[in-house]
């Protein structure tokens, strides 16, 4: 089993019919992993705080038809985080966010995750967020301990982070817990640090988006390989780094041996470049992904 934590919201997605009309979608990077680890086929379960508001139903709903394990959702009445994106030409997104008193926020660390719990994903705003950014910090913690292989999306949303060299160092004190940190070059230029650095604190690969220039990753043997990003006509990119992380720990989690990254990713730019054919967060089935092979 493969268990996602964190942040479950929706999405009020730019529409142009009617013109500056706002679509609801479900979204927030882990829910957005969760949600493709399962079209994937993986066997994975969702670790949240979700509102009992129509939005939290129907979120809840989308993980089910999905086939995520929902044992580890936590439930609360206040109202779902809302996030409103806008659109560059190109199709990437910035957000506002809309946070306060959501139930999100709330989230308590569990006693335990099922014996099946074999890797960990975390990040977003979940890692953001008091009170709830100290349990998954704590969570994070506890099961790299136990052994889970754990990555870590920081995905930097600035509007979140009132105090940045605060949450720089935060940031650093949790790599010695992480086995594969993801990120983009913008979260890694936000950052401010060195991918040499990073590696020699803990994770074993440094696993970096470059757009349309493809993906990159290295580890800490000193091995580097990239792939570069499919051609294809762009929506929007909403949720295609949470595609990354999905199709990346779908292939790191059946791997028996060493990990062969040229195939990790090219199998997770191929799935996150469908991502970005459709807007909002639709990452692809494994059935599409089988039919575009090669």
């Not at 957000?95 to 014996?115: C, K, Q, S």
């Not at 709830?132 to 870590?152: F, N």
């Not at 990119?237 to 791997?255: E, F, M, P, Q, S």
Request: glycine share 10%.
């Amino acid at each position: 089993m493969i268990v996602v934590g964190g942040e479950a919201l929706i999405d009020l997605v730019p529409t142009t019919r009617p013109p500056g009309a706002l679509l609801p979608r479900p979204g927030g990077g882990p829910y957005n992993t969760a949600l493709a680890l399962g079209r994937l086929g993986a066997h994975v379960a969702f670790c949240s705080r979700v509102s009992t508001d129509g939005f939290g139903e129907a979120l809840l709903a989308g993980l089910r038809v999905a086939g995520v394990d929902l044992s580890l959702v936590q439930r609360g009445p206040e109202p779902t985080t809302l996030a409103v994106p806008s659109l560059s030409p190109d199709g990437s997104a910035a957000y506002r966010f809309y946070v306060e008193g959501t139930a999100d926020r709330l989230f308590a660390l569990p006693p335990a995750l099922p014996a099946a719990a074999r890797a960990l994903a975390l990040g977003t705003c979940s890692l953001a967020l008091e009170p709830g950014a100290s349990a998954y910090e704590a969570l994070l913690r506890r099961e790299s301990r136990r052994g889970l292989l754990t990555l870590l999306d920081p995905n930097i949303r600035p509007a979140l982070i009132p105090q940045a060299e605060a949450y720089r160092a935060r940031f650093l004190t949790w790599l010695p817990y992480v086995s594969v940190l993801k990120l983009s070059e913008e979260d890694a230029a936000w950052l401010g640090g060195r991918v040499d650095d990073w590696l020699a604190a803990g994770p074993s690969a440094v696993v970096l988006t470059r757009g349309a220039a493809g993906l990159t990753v290295r580890t800490r043997d000193g091995g580097e390989h990239s792939v570069p990003a499919r051609a294809v006509e762009v929506a929007d990119t909403i949720g295609a780094g949470d595609t990354v992380n999905a199709a990346l720990l779908h292939r790191l989690t059946a791997a028996s041996g060493p990990v062969d990254w040229p195939a990790a990713l090219d199998y997770a730019a191929r799935a996150a470049a469908l991502t970005c054919t459709r807007p909002g967060a639709e990452p692809p089935y494994a059935t599409e992904l089988a039919a575009g092979a090669g």
